[in-house]
T-cell receptor
Framework: GNSVTQMEGPVTLSEEAFLTINCTYTATGYPSLFWYVQYPGEGLQLLLKATKADDKGSNKGFEATYRKETTSFHLEKGSVQVSDSAVYFCALSAPRRGAGSYQLTFGKGTKLSVIP | DSGVTQTPKHLITATGQRVTLRCSPRSGDLSVYWYQQSLDQGLQFLIQYYNGEERAKGNILERFSAQQFPDLHSELNLSSLELGDSALYFC?????????????FGSGTRLTVV
């Protein structure tokens, strides 16, 4: 079945540090890949996405490249801010076996804390 | 504001009781998805509706049920509640039933069973 594995947190960084959150996936067919962010007390927000191999998704200084050969979609940011403190979820969308319905499958989330 | 509205935001109830969570999808979205988020299980897909019909089921307990109404809002019914049902319940919507689309999430309903 489809699955997403992302690095366990929590991750604590100083402001302006470089961020990498690793994400790898297993899926049938050709999935689309997403990063969602959840700020404290809020729902999940789409951060960025990539729909085919070698696509790079980017938003708010965050980037992730769809690597089919390594089945990865690592999230990076060159200089994190305190306001980036949140939980980050990697997800994939792929058809379910025997059904026509796409679903989002999420990783367990990585909590990021950025300290001044 | 994501455009997906969930009510209530917080709910505290006793074991054995029944509750109903409500979700209004973003305007124009026909699909509604329900997810449960707990500390130990992460985000678990429960069920999907598209234009009033059930499209997919995930790890939804038999004590739980859902429906989507003609105006596209959806309700998740949780009955015979147990302490372990305490969690955040999210609703999400998307424009279509199939395809590699991302979802728009509501802010969730925090259910506490005491």
């Amino acid at each position: 079945g489809n699955s997403v594995t992302q690095m366990e947190g929590p991750v604590t960084l100083s402001e302006e540090a470089f961020l990498t959150i690793n994400c790898t996936y297993t899926a049938t067919g050709y999935p689309s890949l997403f990063w969602y962010v959840q700020y404290p007390g809020e729902g999940l927000q789409l951060l960025l996405k990539a729909t085919k191999a070698d696509d790079k998704g980017s938003n708010k200084g965050f980037e992730a490249t769809y690597r089919k050969e390594t089945t990865s979609f690592h999230l990076e940011k060159g200089s994190v801010q305190v306001s980036d403190s949140a939980v980050y979820f990697c997800a994939l969308s792929a058809p379910r076996r025997g059904a026509g319905s796409y679903q989002l499958t999420f990783g367990k989330g990585t909590k990021l804390s950025v300290i001044p | 504001d994501s455009g997906v509205t969930q009510t209530p935001k917080h709910l505290i109830t006793a074991t054995g009781q029944r509750v109903t969570l409500r979700c209004s999808p973003r305007s124009g979205d026909l699909s509604v998805y329900w997810y449960q988020q707990s500390l130990d299980q992460g985000l678990q897909f429960l069920i999907q509706y598209y234009n009033g019909e059930e499209r997919a089921k995930g790890n939804i307990l038999e004590r739980f049920s859902a429906q989507q109404f003609p105006d596209l809002h959806s309700e998740l019914n949780l009955s015979s509640l147990e302490l372990g049902d305490s969690a955040l319940y999210f609703c999400a919507s998307s424009v279509a039933s199939d395809g590699p689309y991302g979802y728009t999430f509501g802010s969730g309903t925090r259910l506490t069973v005491v």
